[in-house]
């Protein structure tokens, strides 16, 4: 385990997870937790809070000045919603978050999203769509889409 303090450290193991060197100005306050790491890349001045989960095995792009809450998490992989297809794979789809955001504590950006230069998400909410840029956006209801068939019986 590494001091919080020892910045040098940090970096150095931040560059190994993520694959490649990240900006001076990246930071990422531990506990942060991620699944792959080299699908992710970081502008400038990104501050990401403590607690954070980021599932990038479909690739998440971060631009310059964003800010990441505690314990916001950005997951770019889930599974098919037929229950037939369910167990079968992994889908995934790359989050884009454009310069300039704010995104909120605990908030959950889902695979396929681009969060729009300037907006902000509020503490809590879950981003299922595209934010257009220089928004803010809030809400955690519940939206049915469509209904699902039921599965197949094996004889």
């Not at 992710?40 to 310059?64: K, M, P």
């Not at 770019?76 to 300039?100: C, K, N, S, W």
């Not at 981003?127 to 889409?145: G, H």
Request: charged share 20%.
């Amino acid at each position: 385990m590494l001091p919080f303090d020892d910045l040098d450290a940090r970096r150095t193991l931040l560059t190994e997870i993520f694959g490649r060197t990240i900006p001076d100005s990246l930071s990422i306050l531990p506990p942060f937790y991620c699944d792959y790491g080299l699908g992710a890349s970081f502008g400038e001045r990104v501050f990401i809070n403590q607690g954070c989960f980021f599932l990038d095995y479909g690739g998440i792009t971060i631009g310059d000045r964003v800010l990441i809450g505690p314990r916001v998490t950005l997951t770019t992989a889930g599974h098919p919603v037929e229950l037939d297809e369910r167990y079968d794979f992994i889908t995934h789809a790359p989050i884009v978050i454009e310069d300039d955001v704010w995104i909120g504590a605990a908030a959950t950006v889902t695979p396929g999203v681009t969060i729009g230069r300037g907006s902000v998400v509020g503490a809590g909410t879950v981003v299922a769509k595209d934010v257009p840029p220089l928004s803010v956006v809030t809400a955690t209801s519940l939206v049915e889409r469509k209904r699902l068939k039921p599965a197949s019986t094996a004889t």
